[in-house]
Nanobody, 123 residues
Framework: QVQLVESGGGSVQAGGSLRLSCTAS??????MGWFRQTPGKKREGVATIRGDGTSNYADWVKGRFTISRDNGKNTLYLQMNTLQPEDTAMYYC???????????????????WGQGTQVTVSS
């Protein structure tokens, strides 16, 4: 069983930045990613990254967010810049050892989830 613990959420004004972190309890996870969800909406993929650093982003990210991972520290990051009020959501870290590793993967394609960290962007 893999445990994921997120941190780094908070409140920021529009145009600001935040960096989310997610520490995993095990090494060498094939695919890790970030999803987000707002009340009443489906959880959506933000970005994913393989162990070799290959990343994939949702189209709407448009270069504002950068996903990265430090394999030596078992830690996943999401640098979020130029945040907008519509980015307000609960952000979840996810992981899987399956082969499919894309931001448009269904949530069922990820086997392990963190508890989430809230990001609030005010206008």
């Amino acid at each position: 069983q893999v445990q994921l613990v997120e941190s780094g959420g908070g409140s920021v004004q529009a145009g600001g930045s935040l960096r989310l972190s997610c520490t995993a309890s095990t090494y060498n996870i094939a695919c890790m990613g970030w999803f987000r969800q707002t009340p009443g909406k489906k959880r959506e993929g933000v970005a994913t990254i393989r162990g070799d650093g290959t990343s994939n982003y949702a189209d709407w990210v448009k270069g504002r967010f950068t996903i990265s991972r430090d394999n030596g520290k078992n830690t996943l990051y999401l640098q979020m810049n130029t945040l907008q009020p519509e980015d307000t959501a609960m952000y979840y870290c996810a992981a899987t050892n399956r082969l499919w590793c894309r931001a448009d993967a269904p949530v069922t394609g990820f086997d392990y989830w963190g508890q989430g960290t809230q990001v609030t962007v005010s206008s």
